[in-house]
């Protein structure tokens, strides 16, 4: 039997970064074995409906390189499923029920008739699992509504086994509705898929992640200049470890190593601060092309920068940056006039930029000359290093926190440099 996948996200207006965990463990699952990964859309509620929803969640699982495959019966690439083109399906079904007595009708809704017995399965990430058969869960339950929409429940249940899903990988909240699933699929006489609850992710405050609390949404992790591959790195790690206790590997590794037996029941905790260090590390494995053009495409105003100005920045930055929106911040000044705070200067700077000024008027354009002379400088004015080099900083770049200042002189130009200091002195005199 192949092995097929699925999410069946609920298009709720955008990429949910729980969803992209998900779709992350049942690709790489899928992908594993050969099988199949697939898309499903539960957009059966209508009144939740939100136009552009199911463009962000394509938008969002491409960004992260988790690709879906076409269903069994779809043509088109990428056509994913979609329930509310599959209503006849659902009432069919549930009528099958119904006349072989397994539901029944009751104020124009359709009742599931729940037999009383415990239920229960061993779960690929917690192990046996059963809800006793005085449960809530394993009482009788609606599965059509009187509007002829089908519950959650049901609508599951009958596309699983119609898209011949092998493993239902989702988030441990489902675990209560999976006693209701298992009846369902002993009454349609199918056998049904291995059940694998993933922990729910955690906010540091160890509440499960929320939208009005926590960034949820893959865009801000975009925005903020996050690396898919970087992002997609962070969430394997998350209830998940690799067998050689690797941090940094690629998507193409974690799919040849995954396995669900490696998933942690406890809810992992979505760490930024981690998330920012590995975003750091895939920063500095790139090309100075491959970051100027992952800048140019963050940023709509490098686009218009020359590309050799931006290349030569590039090395100054890239091993202090750790998402490409920190270029902007550290980087910034290459590109626009800093606005300067007096209180950012110490007592001696207006000696120190006279005496920096007259340096870079005098010195040959080069940089190891330009550290020369002013180390000179310093010395025969017996000038505080430190506070010498911190007053150039400031005037030129507006910050006490940049990078390498001579080197960062030399890439702005001479011109530059010098109306910079003026601009400085002005302001101090
Ligand atoms: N719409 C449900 C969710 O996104 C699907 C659950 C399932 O995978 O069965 O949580």
């Known amino acids: 039997m192949t ?11 955008f990429a949910h970064v729980g969803t992209a965990y998900a779709a992350l463990f049942n690709f790489a699952f899928a992908r594993h074995e050969d099988g199949q990964f697939i898309l499903r859309l539960e957009d059966t509620d209508v009144k939740r409906h939100v136009p552009g929803a199911e463009e962000a969640l394509y938008e969002g699982l491409s960004w992260l390189g988790l690709s879906w495959d076409e269903g069994p019966d779809r043509g088109g690439p990428h056509a994913p499923y979609r ?3 599959r209503l006849k399906l659902y009432q ?8 072989s007595g397994l539901a029944y009708e009751q104020e124009g809704a359709v009742f599931f008739k729940c037999q009383r017995r415990d239920v229960g399965w061993d779960d690929l990430v917690r192990g046996e699992i059963t809800f006793p058969q005085d449960s809530e869960q394993l009482k009788d339950f609606v599965i059509l509504k009187s509007d002829g929409y089908p519950t959650y429940n049901f ?9 011949e899903i092998s493993h239902v990988i989702r988030a441990e909240e489902h675990i209560s509705n999976t006693p209701r699933q298992l009846l369902l699929y002993e009454a349609f006489e199918r056998n049904p898929p291995q ?18 609390r926590d960034p949820v949404d893959l865009r801000f992790y975009r925005d903020e200049g996050y690396l898919p591959e970087a992002l997609v790195n962070f969430l394997c790690l998350l209830g998940w470890s690799h067998p050689e206790e690797k ?17 942690r029941k406890a ?14 590390e895939y920063i500095r494995q790139l090309s100075v092309d491959e970051l100027s053009s992952k800048l140019e495409a963050q940023s709509l105003k490098l686009r218009d920068i020359d590309d050799t100005y931006l290349n030569a920045i590039i090395p100054l930055v890239q091993e202090r940056i750790k998402t490409l929106k920190e270029f902007d911040e550290l980087a910034g000044f290459f590109f626009e006039e800093p606005v300067l705070d007096k209180g950012l200067f110490g007592n001696e700077a207006i000696m120190y930029l006279d005496a920096a000024l007259k340096v870079i008027r005098e010195s040959e354009w080069q940089l190891e000359n330009l550290q020369k002379s002013m180390l000179v400088a310093i010395k025969d004015n017996n000038f505080k290093t430190g506070d010498f080099f911190m007053s150039v900083r400031v005037a030129l770049t507006g910050s006490r926190i940049t990078p390498p200042i001579v080197e960062s ?11 910079r200091i003026q601009a400085a002195l002005e302001l101090l005199k």
């Open 195 to 212: 059940f694998a609850h993933i922990p729910a992710l955690r906010n540091p405050q160890r509440a499960k992640l929320s939208k009005r």
């Open 267 to 280: 809810g992992p905790v979505f760490d930024m601060q981690k998330l920012l260090w590995i975003n750091g």
């Open 83 to 85: 329930q509310s083109e």
């Open 409 to 419: 002189i030399i890439i702005l130009g001479k011109e530059k440099t010098q109306k």
């Open 3 to 13: 092995t097929r996948t699925r999410i069946a996200p609920s298009p709720t207006g």
């Open 247 to 263: 941090e940094i590997f690629s998507l193409e590794e974690f799919v040849k190593v995954f396995e669900l037996s490696r998933v």
């Open 92 to 99: 069919e079904k549930a009528q099958k029920l119904t006349k």
């Open 155 to 163: 609508a599951v249940v009958v596309d699983d086994i119609e898209m």
